[in-house]
């Protein structure tokens, strides 16, 4: 029992010593970091000058955009109806499907048609036996009453009768036309290359003149739709240059222009809706409903002076830098020119070349002492 005891107390003990260890290594640990730290962190005395990090002023092309996503639309789309009264046959055309110019796509039955034809084409012949037969009598005739053998009445109602024939002859032939029509018309083909954007109606459905049962979107002339906030609108007009870019696939970015602005917006969503052709060539990539990156080109230079963005501070309707120059952070108001997310084109103030700070802006002042920490930074 006693060593039991002992045992235990012995346990305990050298429970206690390794959780006091534990203690130590984690405050050793912790006073180290923090000394490393110090030791990597930048000197900050106020002799040694307020840290900064800086960037050249360079020169190259800039823009001004807006960039929004847009939807592809078709802007013309075809719908393919029926001309005749008939029971779809077949029904080949599925939403979604890519069609050539020519492919049939809706097969309509055909068989009273046929039948209706072959009557006709019987009627024809015979009115057609008919004139020939009374052309026979009314030259037999026309001798016969210039001899004074008939006496000109019956003369005249052979003549009559001809004409007579000759009228129902054309009306059987408008008729035999007609049909052979509607037989042609029996397919349903595309004209345009396009893809079926909306199927109405399948085999074994009535097929009536009028109503549309497919819809094909010509992929040689679709367009880009964007909707633009009220604030933006203003900036664009009619003219406006955009590049147009998929995220993926093999579509190179297209540069168009704002061809259209709805006179309306869309009371809900405060937006109106902005039109932007696409060339023809791009059809055979694109399919109505595909979203690409829109991004309107309000100002370009192809060679400007580009101050880095993190170094403009904007003071009212005033903007200004810091040069950094022998150590010394010089205050230094510029004219602003074209904007965008990475630079600010100067107009005047500053010259390519020029070191410029681009941190701790709100600590510096004209005049003061700088330290640039980052190794290769030049002033």
Known sequence: MEIKLKLTGLLRKGVTFLLIGLVIYAGGRLTYNR?????????????????????RVTSGPIQETLTYVGTVRSDHEVFLAARITATILRQEAREGDFVRAGTPLVILDDKELVASTNTLKQKVANAQENVTYWQKEVA??????????????????????????????KVAEAMLEESLTNLRNVTLSTPVDGVVTDVAAYAGDLAVPGKPLVTIA???RLKV???????????VQVGTKVMLQMRTGSVKPIISQISKIHPAADPVSRTTVVE?????????DLRPGNSMDAIFILKEKKDAILVPRQAVIEDGDKTYIFVVADGKAQRREIKKGIVNNDYVEALG???????????????????RTVYLYDRGQEQ
């Open 218 to 220: 010509d992929v040689k």
């Open 140 to 169: 037999r005739n026309k001798s016969l009453y210039e001899q004074g053998a008939i006496p000109a009445k019956q003369y005249e109602d052979t003549r009559y009768a001809l004409e007579q024939a000759e009228g129902n002859l």
């Open 349 to 367: 103030g500053v010259g390519k070349n020029t070191v410029v700070a681009i941190t701790n802006l709100t600590e510096l002042y004209d005049g």
């Open 276 to 284: 932007i052709p696409l060339p023809g060539e791009v059809g055979k």
């Open 225 to 235: 739709e964007v909707k633009l906030v009220e604030g933006d609108l203003p900036k």
């Open 35 to 55: 000394v490393t730290a110090l030791r990597s962190s930048p000197p900050v005395t106020e002799a040694a000058g307020l840290p900064v990090k800086t960037a």
